[in-house]
Nanobody, 115 residues
């Protein structure tokens, strides 16, 4: 059984930084793709950053240059470093992983950015 557990969400002022963590119960090497999504009240869940097993990385235009997705294989953890945070970054952030047609989701962690 694979479990994804996010942590690191907090209340921060605009311009501040946070690092989200997604601890994986299984090994990260199993997954083809690992992502961070976010969802704000009344909005659809949106893709924030993607890490593919061939090394490719992609970001939403709204976070390019501010957010960085990374893994530490020995720790089986996916990270999202978020800098220069803006009020519009306020959302619940979800960790997602996929292997073939199987998807795994974490429970989410709340990030609130005050102006």
């Amino acid at each position: 059984q694979v479990h994804l557990v996010e942590s690191g969400g907090d209340l921060v002022q605009a311009g501040g930084s946070l690092r989200l963590s997604c601890e994986v119960s299984g090994t990260i090497f199993l997954f083809n793709v690992m992502d961070w999504y976010r969802q704000s009240p009344g909005k659809q869940r949106e893709l924030v950053a993607t890490l593919i097993d061939d090394g490719r990385i992609a970001y939403a235009d709204s976070v390019k240059g501010r957010f960085t997705i990374s893994t530490v294989d020995d720790e089986n953890t996916l990270y999202l470093q978020m800098n220069s945070l803006r009020p519009e970054d306020t959302a619940v952030y979800y960790c997602h992983a996929s292997r073939g047609e199987t998807d795994y989701w974490g429970q989410g962690t709340q990030v609130t950015v005050s102006s």
